[in-house]
Nanobody, 124 residues
Framework: QVQLVESGGGLVQAGGSLRLSCAAS????????LAWFRQPPGKERERVAG????????DYSGSVKGRFSISRDNAKNTMYLQMNSLEPEDTAVYYC?????????????????WGKGTQVTVSS
């Protein structure tokens, strides 16, 4: 299995930027399709972005497209989420997730491994 640890969250003003990291350990990182999810306070967890095993294909939810960028560095066993033009509505706990079957899309139930999350708070 793979262990995932998120970092890089914090408090930022609206319009600012943050870069989240997801460091993986365990089995071969390149076997896994990856994604970022988030859970705003009082709401359900939602998928934000996904990336395939090589990093060559990505997708985004409509609410973050054009502002967020997902990437991965397979040599460093790390995935990133660059978040620009942050809005108060982006406030949430952000989670990274991995699929053991190597696919990179799908709902949260399709992902096998999860990090514990990192808090992002955007003030207005």
């Amino acid at each position: 299995q793979v262990q995932l640890v998120e970092s890089g969250g914090g408090l930022v003003q609206a319009g600012g930027s943050l870069r989240l990291s997801c460091a993986a350990s365990g089995r071969t990182f390149t076997n896994y399709g990856l994604a970022w999810f988030r859970q705003p306070p009082g709401k359900e967890r939602e998928r934000v972005a996904g990336i395939n095993k090589s990093g060559g294909s990505t997708d985004y939810s409509g609410s973050v497209k054009g502002r967020f960028s997902i990437s991965r560095d397979n040599a460093k066993n790390t995935m990133y989420l660059q978040m620009n033009s942050l809005e108060p509505e982006d406030t949430a706990v952000y989670y990274c997730a991995a699929r053991a079957d190597g696919l990179w899309f799908g709902a949260q139930g399709d992902y096998d491994y999860w990090g514990k999350g990192t808090q992002v708070t955007v003030s207005s």
